[in-house]
Every structure is written in structure tokens, then in C-alpha cells.
């Protein structure tokens, strides 16, 4: 399944793809010194990028 780019507005809690309204897990891909966070839906697995980085302490 393809990455979607989603920008965050308001909210963003219902999946795009299959309507489930419960939230997401998240994932960490690593990308030189940071990582970036991608949303997973729980339901049908659809993955989103949002454009946060963060860094974290080894």
C-alpha cells in the first residue's frame, strides 16, 4: 500500500482510506540523525506521512 502525504489541520483521527474513526498507531523511520513519525491505521494498515521529525537520544 502506498505512503499518502497528509497535511494536519484541525484533526486527523479517521482514516482516508477505510473510515475507521479511532485514532492511529505510529511508526519511527529512521532517517540520518532523525527519524521521521509515519500513522498507521489499525484497521486496513494505511500508512501516513505528516512531516514530524524528531530526534532522539541513543
Request: aromatic share 12%; net charge neutral.
Amino acid at each position: 500500500m502506498e505512503v499518502i502525504e497528509r497535511k494536519i489541520e484541525k484533526e486527523f483521527h479517521i482514516c482516508d482510506n477505510c473510515g475507521y474513526d479511532k485514532g492511529f498507531h505510529v511508526s519511527f523511520v529512521k532517517q540520518g540523525d532523525n527519524f521521521e513519525i509515519v500513522l498507521i491505521c489499525p484497521e486496513c494498515g494505511q500508512r501516513y506521512k505528516i512531516k514530524w521529525k524528531i530526534k532522539l537520544e541513543q
